[in-house]
């Protein structure tokens, strides 16, 4: 896009921001037109790292298209693969055994942790913290390192499949997740101490990026973004799947709907992250970790749907079978594709410091908007 | 409001619904024309007030195309499945970004992947794909012989 570079006939100055640019967080294209600092556009380019993962699914089975999908939300691998768990599930009703129910909430509240707290880290960075991204990262390796136990992974897991999980857990899981809350307890107060009350980390995001709950539900935002400006959206509350109706948690909302709203949303679902994991740790029952299902699966005729709460927002897979061993057409409604939609309407007005704090508090993983 | 109000209420609206049976949620099949009327209302209709459009995709039937509008409330929390079924050979729908703006972003994807126009769109140019590319990827008969490796 290098004609677009350039003097607008306004005298506006046409910049781009991307493909590599260590705040984008990935290959994110945005052409900006700006006059003087004040910014009057942002347009995204996508599809840099676009791989036509729906395409492909078309002709994998129902076991296998699952794998791809822990490449799009990389931070949230496990709960992209339990959506589509779920949808598989909900087609060929198979009954999840209660173990498996239970090893899935903790394995997903364990992403949404380790993801909140890269983006903690890369947040205080994008607006020139670098410290934080050294504790984020150090707190992260410990979740990484419980993960690897049992999964075998650090980041793509592909653990969850159709009726269950594919292992059990390590029987170290429930001791080091346990010692994980206790040392990470301390460090989540540490923080709030080193950034949230920060200065002039407050002035870089108080009264920035607004985006009032009307426009967040018009541009479909979801998850901590949404719920910054006050909406109700988390799926776990309104739509409960696997234990999620049995825990005692909050949904987090804050009223501001500006990037310091977003921020304490996410500051305190961590919290939340870590109560729901204290309540079900000691509570694993025993028993099978994974239903007795056919060798080949086939969806019935028809079409399916699921949702999720990854730590972006909601996930939806939306399944259309003709009856065979591989989907008809798969579509994955991903958090960040619809967030990152808002991004114009809550960058205008605003000075180009501001975009990468409004970028930051959008939490955007680009492989899962390009997909 | 249960299930038989709310297709009683959506009868008012829709004029000459035809429902499909056994989807998890109430799913209408209407013809663009048909969209065209009462797209805009369901936005804003008493009881209804569907303010969240969380999934918009195209379907490839081969013979026909179909836009799949799913629906939610923010107040009532009901669903709804909107299909449009068009023409393969010449796809052409009118655009709901003016109503749900999210839409702007998934139309300009369902353009992309499958060629379906949108009427009225602000900006529809291609997402993911270069603007050179030939061809809507998404398409069942689509070819690639470079980029694709069947199995």
Same mark, same amino acid.
């Given at each position: 896009?290098?004609?677009?570079?350039?003097?607008?006939?306004?005298?506006?100055?046409?910049?781009?921001?991307?493909?590599?640019?260590?705040?984008?967080?990935?290959?994110?294209?945005?052409?900006?037109?700006?006059?003087?600092?004040?910014?009057?556009?942002?347009?995204?380019?996508?599809?840099?790292?676009?791989?036509?993962?729906?395409?492909? %699914?078309?002709?994998?089975?129902?076991?296998?298209?699952?794998?791809?999908?822990?490449?799009?939300?990389?931070?949230?691998?496990?709960?992209?693969?339990?959506?589509?768990?779920?949808?598989?599930?909900?087609?060929?009703?198979?009954?999840?055994?209660?173990?498996?129910?239970?090893?899935?909430?903790?394995?997903?509240?364990?992403?949404?942790?380790?993801?909140?707290?890269?983006?903690?880290?890369?947040?205080?960075?994008?607006?020139?913290? &670098?410290?934080?991204?050294?504790?984020?990262?150090?707190?992260?390796?410990?979740?990484?390192?419980?993960?690897?136990?049992? %999964?075998?992974?650090?980041?793509? $897991?592909?653990?969850?499949?159709?009726?269950?999980?594919?292992?059990?857990?390590?029987?170290?899981?429930?001791?080091?997740?346990?010692?994980?809350?206790?040392?990470?307890?301390?460090?989540?107060? +540490?923080?709030?101490?080193?950034?949230?009350?920060?200065?002039?980390?407050?002035?870089?995001?108080?009264?920035?990026?607004?985006?009032?709950?009307?426009?967040?539900?018009?541009?479909?935002?979801?998850?901590?973004?949404?719920?910054?400006?006050?909406?109700? %959206? @988390?799926?776990?509350?309104?739509?409960?799947?696997?234990?999620?109706?049995?825990?005692? #948690?909050?949904?987090?909302?804050?009223?501001?709907?500006?990037?310091?709203?977003?921020?304490?949303?996410? $500051?305190?679902?961590?919290?939340?992250?870590?109560?729901?994991?204290?309540?079900?740790? @000691?509570?694993?029952?025993?028993?099978? #970790?994974?239903?007795?299902?056919?060798?080949? &699966?086939?969806?019935?005729?028809?079409?399916?749907?699921?949702?999720?709460?990854?730590?972006?927002?909601?996930?939806?897979?939306?399944?259309?079978?003709?009856?065979?061993?591989?989907?008809?057409?798969?579509?994955?409604?991903?958090?960040?594709?619809?967030?990152?939609?808002?991004?114009?309407?809550?960058?205008?007005?605003?000075?180009?410091?501001?975009?990468?704090?409004?970028?930051?508090?959008?939490? &955007?993983?680009?492989?899962?908007?390009?997909? | 409001?249960?299930?038989?109000?709310?297709?009683?209420?959506?009868?008012? &609206?829709?004029?000459?619904?035809?429902?499909?049976?056994?989807?998890?949620?109430?799913?209408?099949?209407?013809?663009?024309?048909?969209?065209?009327?009462?797209?805009? +209302?369901?936005?804003?209709?008493?009881?209804?007030?569907?303010?969240?459009?969380? %999934?918009?995709?195209?379907?490839?039937?081969?013979?026909?195309?179909?836009?799949?509008?799913?629906?939610?409330?923010?107040?009532?929390?009901?669903?709804?499945?909107?299909?449009?079924?068009?023409?393969?050979?010449?796809?052409?729908?009118?655009?709901?970004?003016?109503?749900?703006?999210?839409?702007?972003?998934?139309?300009? +994807?369902?353009?992309?992947?499958?060629?379906?126009?949108?009427?009225?769109?602000?900006?529809?140019?291609?997402?993911?794909?270069? @603007?050179?590319?030939?061809?809507?990827?998404?398409?069942?008969?689509?070819?690639?012989?470079?980029?694709?490796?069947?199995?």
């Amino acid at each position: 896009m290098i004609e677009e570079i350039g003097t607008t006939e306004q005298g506006d100055l046409v910049i781009n921001i991307g493909p590599q640019h260590p705040s984008t967080h990935g290959v994110l294209h945005l052409v900006i037109t700006l006059n003087g600092e004040t910014i009057k556009k942002v347009e995204p380019h996508l599809g840099y790292i676009h791989r036509s993962i729906e395409k492909m %699914c078309e002709s994998l089975s129902y076991r296998q298209f699952i794998y791809v999908t822990s490449r799009m939300d990389y931070l949230s691998s496990h709960i992209n693969n339990h959506g589509c768990a779920l949808c598989v599930e909900k087609g060929m009703q198979i009954e999840v055994p209660a173990r498996a129910k239970v090893i899935r909430v903790l394995m997903d509240e364990l992403t949404r942790l380790a993801s909140h707290q890269l983006w903690w880290g890369a947040m205080a960075m994008d607006v020139g913290a &670098l410290t934080p991204f050294f504790h984020a990262f150090r707190e992260r390796e410990a979740i990484n390192d419980i993960m690897e136990e049992t %999964c075998g992974a650090r980041l793509t $897991m592909n653990y969850m499949v159709p009726g269950g999980v594919m292992a059990d857990i390590h029987p170290n899981f429930q001791k080091q997740v346990k010692e994980f809350i206790r040392f990470f307890l301390t460090k989540i107060d +540490e923080y709030d101490e080193l950034v949230t009350g920060n200065i002039i980390f407050k002035s870089r995001m108080q009264g920035v990026g607004y985006l009032s709950p009307e426009d967040a539900v018009s541009y479909g935002c979801t998850g901590p973004t949404a719920r910054g400006s006050g909406v109700s %959206c @988390d799926i776990r509350k309104l739509y409960p799947y696997e234990v999620y109706g049995q825990v005692n #948690f909050e949904e987090v909302t804050a009223v501001g709907g500006d990037c310091f709203a977003r921020y304490q949303v996410r $500051m305190q679902e961590m919290r939340q992250s870590l109560s729901i994991i204290e309540q079900l740790i @000691d509570n694993i029952p025993e028993g099978e #970790f994974l239903a007795k299902t056919k060798a080949v &699966l086939k969806l019935p005729k028809g079409e399916f749907y699921s949702r999720v709460e990854t730590a972006r927002g909601e996930f939806g897979v939306y399944v259309i079978s003709e009856g065979g061993t591989t989907p008809y057409r798969i579509k994955f409604r991903s958090p960040g594709f619809s967030n990152l939609s808002a991004l114009d309407h809550m960058a205008r007005g605003y000075k180009i410091g501001d975009l990468v704090a409004i970028m930051g508090t959008l939490d &955007l993983v680009i492989p899962d908007i390009d997909r | 409001m249960n299930k038989e109000e709310f297709k009683a209420r959506l009868e008012e &609206l829709i004029p000459s619904p035809a429902f499909e049976e056994g989807a998890e949620w109430t799913t209408v099949v209407v013809d663009p024309a048909g969209w065209e009327a009462f797209a805009g +209302e369901l936005r804003s209709a008493a009881g209804l007030d569907f303010d969240y459009l969380f %999934c918009v995709t195209a379907v490839d039937w081969k013979t026909y195309f179909t836009m799949v509008y799913h629906l939610t409330s923010t107040i009532h929390r009901h669903m709804l499945v909107v299909k449009v079924r068009l023409d393969h050979d010449h796809p052409v729908v009118r655009t709901v970004s003016d109503i749900w703006r999210t839409a702007e972003f998934h139309e300009r +994807e369902a353009y992309d992947l499958f060629g379906v126009v949108f009427k009225g769109h602000p900006d529809l140019r291609r997402l993911f794909m270069t @603007d050179e590319w030939k061809g809507w990827p998404l398409r069942k008969d689509y070819e690639d012989p470079v980029n694709m490796i069947k199995l």
